[in-house]
């Protein structure tokens, strides 16, 4: 690649921390953000209040850490899936590849995506975290993009924009997606329509 991504830094979290962020993220997908508590998460993860304030402080914090978490871990995959290629076409498949990780894995994702935007809406604390995913899902785009239009492989004239586009299309097939009965059996239908509208929008017939 012809700049790599940024990676994610994140507090490092103890083996215990992270059995807790994995717990909490479940119990997220499961009951959705604004309905858990602090004590309901601990019910979830069998264990007491008071061990999960020692760790995060607060409910608001274990959400933080547990979304950081899960964004350092989709970050990280799709630098593993693209490091090296040179190939703009190539590296853009293995991109979506990489963020189509598989429909139970997407679903929660963005169960627990949305409701955090809502959340963090209505919340200052959550600020920080709300452009955090901003700034590391676009930048996940622009990075291919870019080696696409330097190139001569996608006709983009603004990387910015054209990021935003895209991540406008996975996102949008995917609040689609969340409220199909089916979405275990269309989940390979949804990833193979936003990879040609994505390829639609970069590289225009006939000039790929």
């Known amino acids: ?79 593993r899936r693209i490091a090296g290629i040179e190939d703009p076409l190539q590296a853009l498949g293995e991109l979506m590849d990489a963020v189509f990780v598989g429909a139970r894995a997407n679903r929660d994702f963005h169960l627990i995506y949305m409701d955090l935007v809502q ?27 870019r080696q696409g239009v330097e190139a001569g492989a996608f006709t983009a004239t603004d990387v910015e924009l054209a990021a935003r586009q895209v991540r406008a299309i996975v996102e949008g097939g995917f609040l689609q997606w969340l409220q199909e009965e089916d979405w275990e059996q269309t989940h390979a239908a949804l990833q193979r329509d936003c990879h040609a509208a994505v390829l639609r929008l970069l590289a225009p017939a006939g000039t790929a």
Not at 36 to 41: A, K, M, Q, V, Y
Not at 123 to 145: G, K
């Open 119 to 145: 959340y963090a809406l209505r919340r200052e604390s959550f600020a920080p975290l709300t452009a955090l995913l901003h700034q590391h899902i676009n930048d996940t785009y622009a990075v291919v993009i």
């Open 1 to 79: 690649m012809s700049s790599p991504l940024t990676s994610l830094e994140i507090r490092r979290l103890s083996e215990h921390e992270i059995k807790i962020v994995r717990g909490t993220y479940a119990a997220m997908a499961r009951t959705g953000t604004q309905q858990l508590s602090l004590r309901g998460i601990a019910k979830q993860l069998g264990v007491s209040p008071a061990l999960l304030v020692y760790h995060f402080g607060s409910k608001d914090n274990l959400l933080i850490e547990t979304m950081h978490w899960a964004l350092a871990g989709t970050v990280g995959r799709i630098q």
